[in-house]
């Protein structure tokens, strides 16, 4: 845990007691802060007062002289409108904050050179995150992984001048971290998202762009038009900007040809990485996904063989186009993440022949954005309430069975599969929320996992 001592003797308010509410609760507790945590849940202050937070009812707090109220990144800060603790706070002068701007706070008192790299975009930050710290710490140095991709960052071990933060920052922690100035800071993309909680794509992409405008380097995709933009903006105002692509294209100083990422310096090929072959790096998108880690990793001073090594182990993460293991040439992979069409063609485009088990509780759009993709489908299998419109959708152009659950898909696609002579991929990327069947992605996956791991012949990918 890095104990809050920045705010040592100050009077703290903190709203939110949910995992990393809490890890802050405590983290700020541990530091010396004279603090108030509260909750709109009665259970989740009970349960914090159980193991001896402060806690108190906001409401009836004064104000006055506060140093600072706390927020979890899940409580609105500006949209749909201010929740009324931000209300109070801004009414009496008090800033308003979250767990990264505590981390960046006790970065700058402790050790503020040490190694602090920061994620952030619409698309693709978990599994760049993981991959750049799974890179470090395959190399033998000290990782921290945190922040969005579910380890609360105050719950880390403390800056250190030998020890690398890697930290997923979502718009909302962005939001809450002024003093944000991480050593290398990554924008992956920008596509409309979370606009609920930032009124409008201008001021989604601006709270995003805090992240690398703070940063000493900047990694910055360059295959969307904001992206982009953003890019140029910093790099005219003198700022370090790398930029990245999905694609060999002119400007781009790490990009993906299809099969390796090139490294390029003043225009010129001066380093190529493989990745080709790695399972779980597999499609154009982990092409972006797998320069930006690169162009990160030079940047903080690692050596081009022990990226490479570190890419080549990398075993991915799980519903993310996770290798399972194979049934004979059967190659089965779980893209249980793929709540919807968007999120689901990534899945589709990474191979030739697929068996496509698909449905859940349908999205708005259904699954019409993935026609140009329908001829890569050998079959599909749908389970859920979305069977019957995606069973119209795909008409008499794919074949297709009902299968109603997801342990009935699985046994159809691998009989199916099997004995084809070649390889073929059945593939769970259902391009639908979970609920209908399962309480949330993750256990749909776990199921998909356990039906595959029953079937005659099954050998688990090797991890690691």
């Known amino acids: 845990m890095i104990a809050a001592s920045s705010f040592h003797g100050l009077r703290v308010a903190l709203f939110g007691l949910g995992g990393s509410g809490l890890a802050t609760a405590r983290a700020l507790q541990a530091g010396g802060a004279v ?3 509260y909750d709109d849940n009665p259970s989740a202050v009970e349960a914090a007062a159980g193991e001896g937070i402060a806690t108190g009812d906001l409401k009836a707090l004064d104000w006055s002289g506060l140093s600072a109220l706390v927020l979890a990144p899940g409580v609105p800060l500006t949209h749909p409108h201010p929740h009324w603790t931000v209300e109070r706070a801004q009414a009496d002068n008090v800033p308003v904050i979250g767990d990264i701007e505590i981390f960046c706070r006790e970065r700058a008192r402790r050790a503020p050179h040490a190694p602090f790299i920061a994620i952030t975009g619409t698309n693709g930050k978990s599994t760049t995150t993981a991959l750049i710290a799974h890179c470090l710490a395959a190399s033998g140095r000290d990782t921290q992984l945190g922040g969005n991709i579910g380890v609360p960052v105050l719950s880390l071990e403390p800056p ?17 971290a002024p003093g944000l100035a991480p050593s290398v800071g990554l924008l992956l993309n920008l596509s409309p998202d979370h606009l609920d909680r930032h009124g409008t794509m201008e001021h989604y992409a601006a709270v995003k762009e805090r992240l690398v405008a703070g940063a000493e380097t900047a990694v910055i995709g360059m295959d969307d038009p904001a992206s982009a933009a953003i890019a140029d903006r910093l790099k005219a105002a003198g700022r370090h900007v790398l930029r990245i692509s999905h694609t060999v294209q002119p400007g781009a100083d790490f990009c993906f040809d299809g099969t390796d990422v090139l490294r390029r310096e003043g225009g010129l090929l001066s380093g190529r990485f493989r990745i080709a072959g790695i399972g779980s790096l597999r499609g154009r998108h982990n092409g972006q996904n797998a320069a930006a880690a690169i162009a990160a990793l030079s940047a903080a001073g690692m050596s081009d063989d022990d990226i490479q090594s570190g890419l080549e182990s990398f075993p991915g993460l799980a519903h993310r186009m996770e290798q399972v293991g194979h049934m004979g040439e059967v ?5 249980s993440k793929a709540t919807n069409a968007d999120a689901a063609a990534p899945g589709l485009a990474s191979f030739d022949r697929i068996h496509w088990i698909a449905g859940g509780l349908p999205k708005a ?10 001829d890569r489908i050998a079959k599909a299998y749908l389970i859920g309430e979305a069977a019957p419109a995606f069973a119209a959708t795909l008409g008499k152009r794919i074949p297709y069975e009902i299968s109603g659950t997801l342990d009935q898909a699985v046994q159809s696609a691998a009989r199916d599969a099997s004995g084809t002579g070649g390889e073929e991929v059945v593939l769970l990327s259902p391009a639908c929320a979970s609920f209908d069947q399962f309480r949330n992605f993750e256990v749909r996956g776990a199921a998909f996992r356990d039906a595959v791991a029953a079937l005659p012949g099954f050998k688990p990918v090797p991890k690691g």
């Open 331 to 335: 190659l089965f992979i779980n893209d």
């Open 365 to 374: 759009g259904g699954i019409e954005p993935l026609q140009p993709l329908f």
């Open 160 to 176: 250190h001048d030998d020890r690398f933060h890697v930290v997923e920052c979502s718009s909302y922690q962005i939001d809450l």
């Open 35 to 37: 603090l108030t945590a």
